[in-house]
Each structure stands twice: as C-alpha cells, then as structure tokens.
C-alpha cells in the first residue's frame, strides 16, 4: 500500500502564494503518476494537475496553467503544488493522490486533504 500526507494549506489572500507537499510513504516504487485535485464546497472533485515519476512530465487543467506548477523532490517521495496569483475560486480542499499506471485514469492512492482559502 502506499499513504500520502498532504501539508501546506491555509488561509491566503488574492494574489497570493502557497505551497502545499505530498509526502508518499510504503510501497512508492509501485507509483507512476502523482496527481493534485480539489474540491470547493458543493462543487465535484476536480482535477488541477499531475506528474509523472518517470519523465517528469506534467500536466494541467486549464484553468491553473501559467499559476500552478507541480514538482518532485529529488527523493521522488515527495512532490510539491507551488500555486501562484491565487484567486478565490481556487478556495477548496486539495487532495494528493497517486496511481500505478500512466495507462489509466483511476487514481489508487488518496492523501486526507488540505484546506486552502483565498480571500479577495
């Protein structure tokens, strides 16, 4: 199994910056991509981006490219969400997650969350 410990939330203006780290512990040579979603109160689970371990590519919903970047430490075990020019409808409970396979779209593997908020 692998667990994922999210880290980083808080409350930040328009404007601002965060950083929020996913720790990745137990089997995590079994992990191909790592992933970030977000879910706003009354709203889906939404996607914000994805890496992948073994090329470093990464990928984007629209609406945070240009504003979010996601990166790994150089361990692999971790990978970060820099987010950058927050605006309020970024405002949601973000979740790191991870997957075996770059083949399917199912994510295996759910952190707890971390709340972020951004006041205007």
Known sequence: QVQLVESGGGLVQAGGSLRLSCAASGRTYIINTMGWFRQAPGKDREFVGAISRSTDSTYYVDSVKGRFTISKANTENTVYLQMDSLRPEDTAVYYCAA???????????WGQGTQVTVSS
């Open 99 to 109: 997957k075996n396979s770059a083949y399917v779209t199912k994510y295996d593997y």
